[in-house]
């Protein structure tokens, strides 16, 4: 790995710490994954499920091509890519941190599927892999940790023509991100860097022009948003697994009121390459 700067660096040591929350012995939820593959249910109002549905569907569009390759970039403790490796992807993941490498190692095998992953320390903003090595990237949580326009190149560098790239972020709405910041709500709710919080110092939500800067190196983008009425689902106890009637609501909203979505705090952003 090249030199890192004194942002990787911050990072690198935050998660090198958070990465022993994980427990490499739980069982993962397969159910956002096995839902679209088997036909069951799909939860489009959920950021999560769709990322999860996109990859999904471009395996089953293909034909269930065992071969296709998948990247997960900033893969942290590896769930999210043995959920990749569930569809039937061969899967890469590399993380900043050497620690969530090595958890992505020991739950694959815990999995009893080793073979289909393969997970290296890396940075973000410099990949390894040769150019068109990969069928799809995916990202969850991770674009708002990096440098976006070096990633971003790199992601459209290793993707192969035809393939494409799936993220999903939070995102800025300055309106409501300044209520959130004033001091009032943030003695209720805080969000300082914390390890319980899981909040590190320089993530930072997407904006505008982070949109801009990805749409110039991807032309085909499109943003979903959500996460409206959800922003209040941490609020109401609830089973984690089952669906929110908030986001269903902002999905519905979103359908029939102009610019309802431009609040959502969430977005899938999906990239194809020409
Ligand atoms: C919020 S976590 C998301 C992890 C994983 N995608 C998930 O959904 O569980 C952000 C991850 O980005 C990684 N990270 C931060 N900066 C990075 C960089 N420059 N290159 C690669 N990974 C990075 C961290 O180590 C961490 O695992």
Redesign the pocket.
């Known amino acids: 790995m090249t030199d890192l700067s004194e ?2 660096l911050r ?2 040591e ?2 090198e710490q ?2 022993a929350k994980f427990d490499v012995g739980q069982s993962i939820d397969f159910s956002p994954i096995e839902g679209p593959l088997l036909g069951r249910e799909r939860r489009p109002w959920n950021s999560y499920w769709r990322t999860y549905e996109i990859p999904v569907d471009y395996y089953l569009n293909n034909k269930g091509n065992k071969n296709f390759e998948l990247l ?6 590896g ?2 890519s043995l959920r990749f490796s569930r569809i039937g992807y061969k899967v890469t993941g ?4 050497s620690s ?1 490498i090595e958890n992505c190692k020991k739950l694959f095998e815990k999995n009893q599927c080793a073979d289909r992953g393969h997970f290296l320390v ?4 410099k990949l390894e892999f040769q150019d068109a090595s990969f069928d799809i990237v995916a ?4 674009l708002h ?3 976006i326009p070096k ?1 971003m190149r790199e992601v459209e560098r290793v993707l192969r023509p035809g393939g494409i790239a799936v993220f999903r972020e939070p995102v800025e709405v300055p309106f409501l991100d300044w209520i959130r910041n004033t001091r009032l709500v943030r003695f209720f709710v805080p969000n300082a860097a914390s390890l319980e919080a ?1 909040i ?1 110092e320089d ?1 930072r939500k997407l904006n505008d022009t982070d949109f801009k800067v990805i749409n110039e190196i991807f032309p085909l983008m499109t943003i979903e948003r959500s996460l409206i009425l959800a922003r209040f689902d941490k609020f109401i106890p609830r089973n984690s697994k089952s669906a929110s009637l908030f986001e269903k609501v902002d999905y519905f909203f979103t359908k029939i009121i102009p610019g309802y979505s431009l609040l959502g705090g969430g977005a899938v952003i999906i990239l194809k390459k020409k």
């Open positions: 942002r990787q990072e690198k935050y998660y958070y990465a997960d970039l900033g893969c942290g403790p769930d999210n590399f993380d900043i941190s969530n890396s940075i973000a903003e990202g969850i949580d991770i940790h990096v440098d990633a899981h590190t993530e």
